[in-house]
């Protein structure tokens, strides 16, 4: 049948599936090489390229990674403190590798160090030694000092312990840690003075406990109380191989702390966001105060916020296209002296200095009386903290003596918690208010400068306890 033109023009051109069978073809086809080819020499955007950091935020990456080598967790390096970790090392490697029972106990003020060093070391010999099981207790966290044993039981028999010690617990932790097999077993007890009993019988238990026949059990005790074992524990002065070894860490000095704070910052940004005279101000601050490196820790990060604060407020003000060149706009603010000591004005002693107007007001005389009965009851004790049951006993009675009306052992707490607030107390809550533990956190010539001026207290000051 013969074909009309338009049939013939339709047969004749079929430009769009021509295209499609051309785009169809195999991918190893020349034409298709140059495409990709072409595809792929196209150079990228330049919006695409991956840019360096914008000042603003080099600026807060500063701070950030200051703070953050500045928190108190255990660092991988402890600086003045090598003398003593050579000692803990010395004693672990002797009684672990010896298969040797003993005890140690490690006395100190709070931040001088005694967990830390001890937590590096048995990270240390975990790594190098084989043979051993280490068990950490706080015991801050037990209900009662006889639940130390339970706690104890659970670690090393690995069953769950629900009654309380009694002889056959007793009898069963023994046999385990006296048994022929098995590792030796590092217990490490935190907060010691914590275990204090009637009698002391569970710190002499547990000092007793190396010396069983066959024992494998390596004790080490932490505290803040120097004479712990002379003094609560005079029975162990008659037997002299019940007696552990001591080891003191003395309170940081001013160059000591200023080493770990600028250790510390070596490892986080090159840009030094600390002048060396805020360092060396804060290291000076703290070791007159207590040593207390973590103290110099919270100090230094408290006043990187108070700066990069400022620095967030003025660059939000101030647009960076201000700034005069772009090596300027990275160059981070730094915190100097007056920051330091606007944050140690803030929490420390200064609080307490009485003005000469208000003093009344800003004072009370129930805390008054209650600071000089602390401080006056470390005196005659010569210890650093007491129980708050014996604080409140020795405050009845200067207020007894003075004729001034007492408060009740609640808001002896109460009073208690506002002196921590304001810096002067420090407190370690235990679950028994009366165990709950009261110490001083500023010099003694401090206190007395700041209340020497009121007839009652000077009174208290000058006859001392009842």
Request: glycine share 4%.
């Amino acid at each position: 049948m013969p074909q009309t033109r338009s049939q013939s023009q339709a047969t004749i051109s079929f430009p769009k599936k021509k295209l499609s069978r051309t785009l169809d073809k195999p991918k190893n086809s020349g034409d298709s090489k140059l495409e990709l080819t072409n595809v792929q020499a196209i150079p990228c955007s330049p919006c695409a390229k991956l840019l360096p950091l914008s000042p603003r935020k080099r600026l807060g990456t500063c701070y950030q990674q200051a703070k953050q080598v500045l928190t108190t967790a255990v660092p991988d390096q402890l600086p003045a403190r090598e003398k003593e970790m050579d000692v803990i090392r010395n004693f672990l490697r002797e009684h672990i590798c010896g298969k040797k029972a003993g005890s140690l106990y490690l006395s100190g003020a709070p931040g001088t160090g005694k967990t830390a060093c001890l937590s590096r070391i048995l990270q240390e010999l975990k790594k190098e030694l084989k043979g051993f099981k280490t068990i950490m207790l706080n015991c801050m966290s037990l209900r009662s000092a006889q639940a130390v044993f339970p706690a104890i039981a659970q670690e090393v028999c690995q069953e769950e312990v629900y009654r309380p010690a009694g002889k056959d617990m007793m009898r069963k932790l023994e046999n385990h840690m006296t048994a022929e097999k098995g590792p030796m077993i590092v217990l490490v007890l935190d907060e010691m003075d914590q275990l204090d009993s009637k009698g002391q019988d569970v710190l002499y238990t547990l000092f007793e406990w190396p010396w069983l026949t066959s024992s494998r059990l390596v004790l080490i005790g932490i505290a803040n109380t120097l004479d712990l074992t002379d003094r609560i524990l005079p029975r162990l002065q008659a037997r002299e191989k019940c007696k552990p070894q001591l080891l003191n860490f003395p309170p940081y000095t001013k160059n000591q702390i200023a080493t770990i704070l600028q250790d510390r910052l070596n490892q986080a940004s090159k840009d030094q966001v600390l002048d060396n005279a805020a360092i060396q101000f804060c290291a000076r601050k703290v070791s007159a105060v207590s040593g207390d490196v973590r103290k110099a820790l919270d100090v230094c990060r408290r006043a990187i916020e108070i700066v990069e604060s400022d620095v967030k407020r003025q660059t939000i003000l101030k647009p960076l296209s201000e700034c005069k060149s772009p090596s300027e706009s990275l160059v981070p603010k730094r915190v100097g002296v007056i920051h330091i000591s606007q944050v140690i004005s803030e929490v420390d002693g200064n609080r307490m200095t009485l003005s000469q107007d208000g003093a009344h007001d800003s004072f009370p005389l129930q805390q008054k009386i209650l600071v000089c009965s602390l401080l006056l009851l470390t005196r005659q004790l010569k210890i650093k903290e007491v129980t708050l049951g014996k604080l409140f006993e020795a405050y009845s009675n200067v207020c007894r003596k003075q004729q001034v009306a007492a408060v009740d052992q609640s808001e002896c707490l109460s009073l208690s918690g506002l002196l921590e607030a304001r810096g002067i107390f420090g407190l370690k809550k235990n679950k028994e208010t009366r165990f709950t533990k009261v110490s001083l956190k500023i010099e003694e010539k401090e206190i007395e400068h700041a209340l020497k001026d009121r007839a009652l207290v000077g009174n208290i000051l000058a006859t001392g306890l009842p």
